[in-house]
């Protein structure tokens, strides 16, 4: 038969058997073998020639990426200078700490270590080394030779980072109109921010080779370097700016007021020598002072002017021909406008003054009576020429433009509102204003834009002056002069203030108190108290302007406000080496 010497086929499914090679001949063994082998290092070589010659290159530049770390040079902010080149802002160049988290191996020793430089509790610093982030901060600005000594210990996993620390060397000097920056370097508030562009700069690039946070010192280091910000140099005089901050600061808290502002301007040129406010702060910890202490009041805030705004009446009413100084004037008791009856500050008779003793007594009536001779709409042109509810161009941070009620509008005019403007409330200014109005006074009736910005100086050292002022005539050169001898008589023995008398110089002045607006809600809550004046009269080359708001106890602006005046002026006359007056004041008649 067919399958006869064969196996007997298997039932079922027929199942493939691994097989089995037999190598019995010991040289077929070792022939497998070296097959074997040299596929081995055949595949090895491949890919060697692979790695090394195909993607070598490639391989390379990611790994020598992979330690390669880029980081931004800042740029070193500008200075802030006073108008003689004294640094009153400035950054120096500062190191912040930072930790690569997983690197660190003890974080409570690190800290402990850390602890002993950076001076604050080891809790707080282990608390920002522990965790798994690969950045983050451990104390900001400090010095770089204090990072020095912290890198000689050769911490694990502790960096730094390069940085610039402001400073503000002189302290709360003119920190309201300085402002200060943030951690970032940016400008925040003041002339910080407004001049932030100029002064930032642009920040650079550096790359380098780091290997568990330390650099390779042959590795590769290239960037993009820093371009360093310009500098500002402001018109503010800094001896002049401390002696008006001492002097307001002790009369605000002899008389337990609210606060109050300085401001000196040199009138031939409107540039402002001075802006005190008080309260102040420290431009180096604003984090621990309120946002009212960093206010620069002299600029943001606004208040009725009382009777430092007669001259502006006065002004306008000589410029107009209507009155003359020596005018004789009737003062009633009382007069009645709108349905109201006005008054003077202390009750009298009937009087019989000069215009000119209108203003040395400061009386309401008579003024109420003068600019009635001009009437309202000429009375409101002068005011808008003397700048009154306008900015006035300074680019001071924040400033705001003071109010002029609209006589087209019924919600802000009404019978009674042009009577109360001849007498400085109804209106609301700010200190600054009220300098540049006397100021106007003081440049024979031309108003200048007020100067903080003396010039700039680029990154190169090239040095560009501000822009001229612009100008506006406002009252005659002729009335302004008969302005200034008619202030001259508020300071005599017949005005209201004869205490801001200077040895040597004619002064000519104006006292001022007026109700202040309540800032929550209508009404009035407080006074301000003023005085501004100029010197030497008949040639002025300081203005000095001072109002003390909401004053505990008496608030005449002749006591409150007269002395800062009169120190500050006399200091500030001496400082430029100013020449004592060499003319007697014309005296014109008060009363008849």
């Not at 700069?201 to 290239?222: A, L, R, Y």
């Amino acid at each position: 038969m067919a399958n006869q010497g064969l196996p007997p086929q298997a039932s079922g499914p027929v199942v493939n058997a691994p097989i089995v090679v037999r190598l019995d001949n010991p040289r077929k063994r070792i022939r497998t073998f070296t097959i074997l082998l040299m596929v081995f290092i055949l595949l090895c070589v491949v890919q060697l020639v692979n790695l090394q010659i195909i993607r070598g290159p490639e391989l390379a530049a990611q790994a020598a990426n992979s330690r390669l770390q880029t980081y931004v040079v800042p740029a070193l902010r500008g200075q802030i200078t006073d108008i003689n080149g004294n640094p009153i802002a400035m950054s120096i160049k500062a190191r912040d700490v930072t930790v690569d988290q997983t690197l660190v191996g003890d974080p409570h020793k690190t800290a402990v270590i850390l602890a002993r430089y950076l001076k604050m509790p080891v809790k707080k610093i282990q608390k920002r080394l522990t965790g798994k982030l690969r950045f983050n901060y451990v104390a900001r600005n400090i010095t770089p030779e204090l990072w020095d000594k912290i890198a000689a210990e050769q911490l694990k996993g502790i960096l730094s980072k390069s940085t610039s620390s402001r400073i503000y060397p002189e302290g709360d000097l003119a920190a309201s109109l300085l402002g200060f920056t943030g951690f970032d370097g940016r400008g925040l508030v003041g002339l910080e921010q407004k001049y932030d562009d100029l002064l930032s700069g642009t920040d650079g690039k550096q790359t380098v080779e780091m290997v568990n946070g330390t650099q390779i010192p042959t590795g590769p280091n290239s960037g993009i370097d820093a371009i360093d910000g310009g500098s500002i140099k402001l018109t503010i005089d800094d001896s002049i700016q401390a002696v008006a901050e001492r002097a307001l600061a002790r009369q605000v808290v002899a008389q337990h007021a609210v606060g109050g502002d300085v401001v000196v301007m040199d009138p031939k040129t409107f540039q402002i020598l001075a802006m005190a406010t008080y309260p102040t702060y420290n431009p180096n910890h604003p984090e621990k002072y309120s946002a009212d202490q960093q206010r620069n009041s002299a600029v943001q805030d606004s208040f009725e002017p009382g009777s430092t705004s007669k001259v502006m009446t006065m002004s306008a009413v000589i410029e107009e021909g209507a009155l003359k100084p020596t005018s004789k004037m009737v003062i009633p008791p009382t007069i009645r406008k709108g349905g109201t009856n006005f008054h003077d500050h202390e009750p009298h008779g009937t009087l019989h003054l000069t215009l000119n003793g209108v203003l040395a007594q400061s009386s309401n009536i008579g003024s109420i009576i003068a600019s009635n001779k001009i009437g309202q709409d000429k009375f409101l042109g002068y005011l808008r020429k003397f700048g009154v509810g306008q900015l006035t161009g300074s680019n001071i941070y924040g400033e705001a433009s003071g109010s002029l009620p609209n006589p087209k509008n019924e919600n802000e005019w009404s019978d009674t509102t042009f009577p109360t403007l001849a007498f400085g409330q109804g209106l609301s200014v700010t200190a600054l204003q009220v300098a540049s109005i006397y100021s106007t006074i003081a440049n024979n009736g031309v108003r200048l834009t007020p100067q903080i910005l003396a010039g700039t100086t680029n990154n190169v050292g090239v040095y560009t002056p501000a822009d001229p002022p612009a100008a506006t005539r406002v009252v005659s050169a002729k009335t302004a002069r008969i302005i200034r001898e008619m202030l001259e008589s508020v300071v005599s023995a017949d005005g209201t203030a004869p205490a801001a008398q200077i040895p040597g110089y004619r002064v000519a002045g104006k006292t001022g108190t007026a109700n202040r607006s309540r800032v929550n809600g209508p009404g009035y809550s407080g006074y301000t108290a003023s005085f501004v004046g100029m010197a030497p009269a008949e040639n002025p080359a300081l203005v000095v302007a001072v109002m003390i708001h909401t004053p505990g106890g008496l608030h005449f602006g002749s006591l409150l406000s007269g002395p800062v005046f009169r120190e500050v002026m006399m200091y500030s006359l001496a400082h430029r080496k100013v020449p004592p007056s060499s003319q007697k004041r014309p005296k014109i008649a008060v009363k008849w």
